[in-house]
């Protein structure tokens, strides 16, 4: 395996590609690579992201997440991780929030990846 990282980019995903990777994302019958997991994470976050950029409130666009398969606890989270990220977008967030929002995200990122790790050393 290579210790080299990719860089994925955040965009809105058609309405097939969501349903596949929430249906993948909340999968918990088939073992799937980390970066399988986390590119399902960035295609539903896409769409959180998508929605509230067209002017969404954020209800609404938990309501969409919901709408199409996801649990409303991880829509609330991946929402609000959109929602951050649109706010910074703007200008209504300085350079402080746009870092902190990265380092939020990246502890996010990096608590998914091990709980993922913990549950399939588990079986």
Do not use: C
Request: hydrophobic share 45%.
């Amino acid at each position: 395996m290579s210790n080299a990282y990719q860089l994925m980019e955040v965009s809105e995903p058609t309405g097939i590609a969501l349903r596949d990777a929430i249906r993948s994302f909340t999968d918990e019958e088939t073992e799937k690579p980390t970066e399988a997991m986390l590119a399902d994470f960035l295609v539903i976050l896409g769409r959180a992201y998508a929605r509230l950029e067209d002017g969404a409130t954020t209800e609404e666009a938990i309501a969409d997440l919901v709408f199409h398969g996801l649990e409303r606890e991880s829509a609330e989270t991946i929402v609000q991780k959109a929602q951050e990220r649109v706010e910074a977008q703007q200008g209504k967030g300085d350079t402080q929030a746009t870092g902190n929002w990265l380092t939020r995200f990246s502890i996010l990122v990096i608590v998914l990846l091990g709980v993922l790790v913990y549950m399939y050393a588990a079986r």
